[in-house]
């Protein structure tokens, strides 16, 4: 059993600062940030600077990049599922055009897009 | 990418065998040989324990029981009601733990994101970065979810992957992959098959296998493939 006095012992305090509310809504497009920083990230590779549209909020959950080094991932950070067109993500993709490939993204991996729409919105596939 | 160049992936074996694969067994089945490190550090730490009183080998040897015997058939039930139950679908797919709670199934840490495959839309799961699973849902993950070829595929050809499991989508429905990369798990709520109509919650959990809630096959009615 994980006793609550055990974990504020071990943990010590977050490195980042809070982000309070969420930044970004349904239907928003995103662009993922392209980096490339050393350690425990739950942003795959293959996703970083393409870009999506939010598909929903799933809430605020501690974060694990901190979580993984025995932070106590204070303050928790916010969680979006991330919708992107297969097309856009692979560019030799073989399948039809409206395949669509989604995943969980904090919001400090995310950046607003510009320009042009290039990835499908949330009602394309209902 | 060759398809079956990696030799850790192993659902073309699975498939051949006709019959039940325990794919659930608390150290990977290796054939007879000296304990890996791995199992070596997890037995020591085990008797550490159980020195210490912190937990008993009954404790232990239970919760395995628990991840072979009762999780793997909860997502079938879940569904099946959700295949009987309007009602409980809309719910399930609003708030996937809340409605699994509401049939006796908790849910300790898993936030659930059910997923609704329609006549336009194929769901399939996979997590690119490790192994996340729904494992109260479904129990320990198979070999081949566990695979670097599974992961590395199924988001780049998941037709081609869905294929070698026998589920050939025509392009008119979208192929939705879910890479459950954080902290939510996720399960396919597949198409009811035609044929069903009469059948018992119960039957339906027996079509509603493991792969089919991953997303890689499709249930059949008996007598139907």
């Known amino acids: 059993m994980r006793s609550k006095r055990t974990r504020t012992r071990k943990a010590l305090p977050s490195t980042y600062t809070p982000a309070p509310g969420h930044r970004f809504n349904v239907g928003d497009r995103v662009v993922i940030k392209r980096a490339f920083p050393p350690g425990h990230r739950r942003t795959p590779c293959y996703i970083r600077g393409k870009e999506g549209v939010i598909e929903r909020i799933c809430g605020a959950f501690p974060n694990p990049e901190e979580l993984a080094y025995g932070f106590d991932g204070e303050p928790a950070k916010v969680l979006y599922r991330v919708r992107f067109n297969q097309k856009h993500v692979w560019p030799d993709y073989q399948g039809p055009a409206r395949d669509l490939i989604e995943m969980e993204i904090f919001e400090h991996w995310l950046a607003p897009a510009s320009g042009r729409a290039q990835t499908a919105g949330p009602t394309q596939s209902g | ?225």
Not at chain 2, 28 to 42: C, H, L
Not at chain 2, 135 to 158: C, F, H, I, Q
């Open chain 2, 1 to 225: 990418m060759s398809a079956m160049s990696d030799t850790a992936f192993d659902y073309y074996s699975h498939r051949k065998h006709d019959h039940e694969h325990d794919d659930h067994a608390p150290v990977a089945g290796e054939a007879e040989g000296p304990p890996s490190d791995y199992e070596i550090m997890s037995r020591a730490m085990q008797e550490l324990l159980e020195a210490k009183g912190v937990v008993t080998a009954e404790e232990i040897r239970r919760r395995m029981e628990i991840f072979e015997e009762e999780f793997p058939y909860r997502g079938s039930r879940v569904i099946a009601r959700a295949w009987t139950d309007p009602a409980f679908r809309a719910r399930l797919l609003e708030d996937g733990k809340a409605a699994c709670a509401e049939m006796g199934v908790e849910l300790e840490a898993t936030r659930l994101i059910a997923v609704e495959n329609t006549p336009d839309v194929h769901n399939v799961i996979v997590c690119t970065l490790c192994s996340c699973y729904p494992r109260e849902l479904l129990g320990m993950p198979p070999t081949w979810y566990k695979s670097d070829n599974y992961r590395a595929r199924v988001v780049r050809e998941p037709r081609s992957v869905l294929k070698e499991f026998g589920t050939v989508l025509p392009d008119n429905v979208t192929v939705r992959v879910h890479d459950s990369n954080a902290d939510m798990r996720y399960v396919v709520v597949p198409i009811r098959p035609q044929g069903t109509k009469d059948w018992s919650e119960e039957q339906l959990a027996e079509i509603l296998t493991r792969d089919t809630l991953v997303g890689v096959t499709v249930p059949q009615a008996p007598g139907k493939a």
